[in-house]
């Protein structure tokens, strides 16, 4: 495994270049490799239905360090995953959010949203929550927070952390296992459950396990490459 020397904020330092040199994949080898991963990927779906079954720890994890490895503006890497496993702690998270989207479905989505929701089935009720084996909360980091209270501004932090996010369903699947992003909206109690400090904003709840036995999910159909892709 890759030992990496501890982050430490690097404001205002002089460009400091080191080589990069990594080897370079043979074509085939590639074309195997990106194939592979688009058929893996073509197979993830969204999952609301978890089994209780274990997961290795380890496995979450290396998805977690996997996803800390995005792009981020000005290297800042502005994301914060908090790990929950406690019983009582996600069963609180889940009154919250429940308590949140009885208000949205309720009306405050307005019919538009509602009537794009409607095919996937979705409604106020968030079981995932406490069935699934893990929660990866994330959160943003909208500036860096010194011990001192001095702060520093991050900047694309939406940007980010959304590419993090991305990356993390990326290695969760790849690795075997089945996630949810769940945002409830407003999330404001998410850093109140958690114990958050102030510059930090929940950006998504990831629950993570192995589908349940009886899990369905909808029957939907994602667009061709030619209706996401223009060449130039």
Not at 4 to 28: A, F, I
Not at 137 to 165: C, M, N, P
Not at 175 to 185: E, K, M, R
Request: glycine share 4%.
């Amino acid at each position: 495994m890759t030992t990496t020397q501890r982050w430490m904020p690097n404001y205002g330092e002089p460009y400091q270049p080191v080589p990069y040199r990594p080897s370079r994949m043979p074509q085939d080898e590639s074309l195997t490799h990106a194939a592979e991963l688009r058929d893996r990927m073509e197979r993830r779906r969204t999952v609301r239905m978890f089994s209780p079954d274990p997961v290795p720890e380890q496995v979450v994890l290396d998805a977690i360090a996997t996803a800390s490895t995005a792009p981020s503006g000005a290297h800042q890497q502005p994301w914060t995953f908090v790990l929950v496993t406690d019983p009582e702690v996600r069963q609180r998270i889940r009154d919250a959010a429940e308590a949140e989207e009885r208000v949205s479905y309720e009306g405050r989505l307005g019919e538009e949203w509602l009537s794009a929701l409607r095919p996937l089935g979705t409604d106020a009720v968030k079981p995932h929550l406490t069935e699934a084996p893990y929660l990866i909360v994330v959160f943003q980091q909208r500036y860096h927070l010194l011990e001192d209270g001095s702060t520093h501004k991050h900047y694309y932090v939406d940007e980010s952390v959304g590419i993090a996010v991305g990356m993390l369903l990326t290695a969760l699947q790849v690795a075997g296992l089945s996630a949810l992003t769940h945002t409830p909206s407003p999330m404001r109690f998410l850093a109140e459950v958690l114990g958050r400090p102030r510059n930090e904003k929940a950006f998504a709840v990831i629950p993570v396990g192995y589908p349940a036995e009886d899990c369905v999910v909808p029957d939907l159909h994602r667009k061709s490459l030619d209706q996401v892709l223009v060449r130039i």
